[in-house]
């Protein structure tokens, strides 16, 4: 017989058929008669009744024996309930395929998580290969996927091109102190913090790249919104300026939050999330409020903050609770951005740029702009910035050989997917967070 999911069983018209299931036992109790046991498998749990009558008398007893987080097959017939899930199974046959070892009970308990040294989170953190497996972590993973195949799907629909950069590089894109620098043969490299340098350099041969991938960035202060590793999606594109990067970034996102909801309402509503919230996040038009207006409201606020200083955190904070959905802000000062920023020609104390905040203080989700993309501006740029041009020759020659105007953004799929669940903490929503205390398990 094939085997069934969960999901199938509680999709209803099986009533009275017999069926092979395969799972987890996530929960057992019973006598010395009868058993209930709730079956797990990726797609949900449901309840088997298991009669000592029925199965016999060594089915019985292994069953009764075994603890939670065995693996199991049984097979039974569907019956209909009027509890909650609508399904139960009453077994006619088991197999336990993997026991757990009485020695070693499953170690993710109620009782061990209050009783944990370090605290229920550091708990959590070290069974993280145990804990992927609980309710939660399933939602949030399943969730992530489809945010994965959202960003794909977007990019592929415009005749976008995926293209992969290499992770091991010779520069920063980002600034030197979140740069991961690692031994190369008697030489030094650094993990990528972005694609960005090199998808520039193939913006000639494609017009149109994206890709999804790691980036790596030494973050030493641990917060709620950075990781070490985490997961970018950046797109560039050729003949394009601020407004038309931004346009793609606002579609992105818009398509994403579509996305959840075509796919995983359920597995949203179960995390706690307002289904409504997404749907204004999928419809609405996201507004663009320049850097100078930010100052002035924050001011407004009494937030103390000067002119030219880039917006921290605790900045972006406050100035998305003046907002129902994501805003865009543009034109921050020359002097807050890194010389690959193309200066606004309107006005060259500001740089065409834009960074995406996500409201409900979720803060930055996109940083992107359009590029300095002329040989005499770029050198002008390299040169007040005191940086030196020689890491950057390969960069400049893509000005030297028919530059054109061209930008592109990168989003954090990570920080995305943590405001679209509803997570308190980014690590929410990664198998295994990587941050500057973790490298384990
Ligand atoms: P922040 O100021 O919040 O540290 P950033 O300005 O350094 O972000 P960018 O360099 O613009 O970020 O990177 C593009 C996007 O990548 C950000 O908008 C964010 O979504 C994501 N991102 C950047 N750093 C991290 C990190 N350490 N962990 C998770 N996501 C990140
Ligand atoms: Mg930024």
């Given at each position: 017989?094939?085997s069934?999911?969960i999901?199938?069983?509680?999709g209803g018209?099986l009533?009275?058929?017999?069926v092979l ?8 109790r019973?006598s010395?008669?009868i058993?209930?046991v709730?079956?797990r498998?990726?797609t ?7 009669k000592r009558a029925?199965i016999g008398d ?7 024996a075994?603890l939670?987080?065995?693996s ?8 209909p309930t009027?509890?909650e899930?609508?399904y ?17 009970p ?11 040294d370090g605290?229920?989170?550091e708990f959590?953190l070290d ?9 939660r972590?399933?939602k ?7 945010i994965?195949?959202?960003v794909?799907s ?6 976008f ?8 590089v010779?520069g920063?894109?980002?600034g ?11 030489k030094k ?8 340098l090199?998808?520039e ?30 997961w970018h999606?950046?797109m560039?594109i050729?003949?394009?300026d ?7 970034g606002?579609?992105?996102v ?8 075509e796919?995983?309402?359920e597995?949203?509503e ?11 996040y ?18 407004s606020?009494?937030v103390e903050i ?6 921290d955190f605790?900045k ?10 994501p805003?865009?802000l543009?034109?921050y ?11 606004d020609p ?5 740089v065409?740029?834009?960074?995406l905040l996500a409201?409900?203080?979720y803060?930055?989700?996109i940083?992107g ?10 050198l002008?740029?390299?040169d007040?910035e005191g940086t ?6 390969f ?14 953004f ?7 997917c ?14 295994f967070?990587?941050?500057s ?5």
């Amino acid at each position: 017989m094939k085997s069934l999911w969960i999901a199938e069983v509680h999709g209803g018209g099986l009533d009275g058929k017999e069926v092979l299931l395969r799972g987890w036992i996530h929960r057992t109790r019973g006598s010395k008669s009868i058993r209930f046991v709730v079956l797990r498998d990726s797609t949900g749990t449901v309840q088997c009744v298991l009669k000592r009558a029925v199965i016999g008398d060594d089915n019985f007893e292994e069953i009764s024996a075994a603890l939670i987080e065995s693996s199991v097959e049984l097979s039974g017939q569907v019956i209909p309930t009027d509890r909650e899930h609508g399904y139960e199974i009453m077994v006619k046959d088991v197999k336990i395929v993997g026991p757990v070892n009485p020695q070693r009970p499953f170690p993710i308990t109620e009782s061990a998580m209050k009783q944990a040294d370090g605290g229920e989170t550091e708990f959590l953190l070290d069974n993280r290969h145990l804990y992927l497996r609980t309710g939660r972590m399933t939602k949030m993973l399943k969730i992530r996927s489809t945010i994965f195949g959202a960003v794909h799907s977007y990019f592929r629909d415009r005749d976008f091109t995926e293209y992969q950069a290499p992770n091991f590089v010779a520069g920063a894109v980002e600034g030197g102190s979140t740069l991961f620098e690692v031994p190369y043969f008697g030489k030094k490299a650094y993990l990528t913090q972005s694609w960005q340098l090199y998808a520039e350099a193939a913006m000639p041969a494609l017009e149109r790249l994206y890709t999804l991938a790691p980036s790596f960035r030494a973050e030493k202060s641990r917060t709620r919104r950075h990781l070490t590793e985490f997961w970018h999606a950046e797109m560039e594109i050729a003949w394009a300026d601020n407004e038309d990067v931004m346009s793609h970034g606002e579609g992105l996102v818009r398509h994403i939050a579509r996305t959840l909801l075509e796919q995983r309402s359920e597995e949203l509503e179960s995390l706690g999330r307002d289904i409504n919230t997404i749907q204004k996040y999928a419809e609405s038009h996201y507004p663009r409020i320049r850097y100078d207006d930010a100052v002035e409201m924050l001011q407004s606020k009494g937030v103390e903050i000067e002119w030219g200083q880039d917006l921290d955190f605790s900045k972006e904070k406050i100035l998305t609770e003046d907002f129902e959905v994501p805003h865009f802000l543009t034109h921050y000062p020359k002097v807050a951005k890194p010389f690959y920023h193309r200066q606004d020609p309107e006005d060259p104390k500001y740089v065409l740029c834009h960074d995406l905040l996500a409201p409900e203080g979720y803060g930055e989700i996109i940083g992107g702009g359009e590029r300095t993309w002329s040989e005499s501006e770029i050198l002008q740029r390299i040169d007040e910035e005191g940086t030196p041009r020689e890491p950057y020759e390969f960069y400049i020659d893509i000005r030297r050989y028919g530059g054109v105007p061209h930008g592109g953004f990168g989003l954090g799929v990570d920080r995305v997917c943590a405001w679209l669940a509803g997570a308190d903490h980014i690590r929410e929503t990664i198998p295994f967070p990587r941050d500057s205390r973790r490298v384990t398990p």
